[in-house]
T-cell receptor, first 113, second 111 residues
């Protein structure tokens, strides 16, 4: 797999703890945000999305919070499991009709058993 | 259900050799298609996107090109590879919304 730990921010948690992964975005005109999970050597997998008319959205064990005032997005994972170990990317829409996304740098989450 | 395929999964090519990576999508029509590159420990860099057959938009000037000969086929090519072309290449698709779905990727090593 990739040596993703060399340049990425990292977060290490114990199994069963809650994890919070943060992301700052730059475009105040962005109105749609996605969190992706990427396991080593695989393509990113959609986790959850949120539109700018919301400040919170919940999924299964995950919650995304959006603070438009400070242009901040967070992903909360409840009862983190070893299978949650991966790189997590936030993405924001780049506008226009071609539906482009701009991805953040990613955060490596390591869950210790 | 929709599925996206990429091949080859891994590729080792010498500098100066040509490249052809293929991506196909099943189970949907007229998708938007995207090629990304991901260097080790880095985020995703959008290379090309396509909103229809023969319609290609380039995001980053480089020695790569893309083509879309069929509705659900997207090809990434190069005439002469550089060492800096090494990376993990990802294809993605979307419909008329922002959510993109990614393929398994191709690991390219240029030697």
């Amino acid at each position: 797999g990739e040596s993703v730990g060399l340049h990425l921010p990292t977060l290490s948690v114990q199994e069963g703890d809650n994890s919070i992964i943060n992301c700052a975005y730059s475009n105040s005109a962005s109105d749609y945000f996605i969190w992706y999970k990427q396991e080593s050597g695989k393509g990113p997998q959609f986790i959850i999305d949120i539109r700018s008319n919301m400040d919170k959205r919940q999924g299964q064990r995950v919650t995304v919070l959006l603070n438009k005032t400070v242009k901040h997005l967070s992903l909360q994972i409840a009862a983190t499991q070893p299978g949650d170990s991966a790189v997590y990317f936030c993405a924001e829409n780049s506008g226009g009709s071609n539906y482009k996304l701009t991805f953040g740098k990613g955060t490596l989450l390591t869950v210790n058993p | 259900s929709q599925t996206i395929h990429q091949w080859p999964a891994t590729l080792v090519q010498p500098v100066g050799s040509p490249l052809s990576l293929e991506c196909t999508v099943e189970g949907t029509s007229n998708p938007n298609l995207y090629w990304y590159r991901q260097a080790a420990g880095r985020g995703l860099q959008l290379l090309f996107y396509s909103v229809g057959i023969g319609q290609i938009s380039s995001e980053v000037p480089q020695n790569l090109s893309a083509s879309r000969p069929q509705d659900r086929q997207f090809i990434l090519s190069s005439k002469k590879l550089l060492l800096s072309d090494s990376g993990f290449y990802l294809c993605a698709w979307s419909l008329d919304r922002y959510e993109q779905y990614f393929g398994p990727g191709t690991r390219l090593t240029v030697t």
